[in-house]
């Protein structure tokens, strides 16, 4: 048990691992640059957005009618 609470201990003062009220999540402004899932997703939805409208700025289609 002292294992496991002393790696979490140094997650936490390292920031990879953020501590909420009802428990641990992975922290989004850690030092090595680790995101969670949900903040990947974001990021790609954002890329795929910027790609969508600098195709459309282009006049290229994304399917054909």
Request: with cysteine; hydrophobic share 45%.
């Amino acid at each position: 048990m002292e294992t496991v609470r002393g790696l979490i201990n140094r997650l936490l003062d390292k920031g990879l691992l953020a501590e909420l009220s009802d428990g641990l999540t992975a922290s989004s402004n850690n030092s090595i640059g680790a995101w969670s899932a949900a903040e990947k997703m974001r990021f790609f939805i954002k890329l795929v957005e910027q790609l969508i409208d600098d195709l459309d700025a282009r006049g290229i289609p994304l399917c054909s009618p």
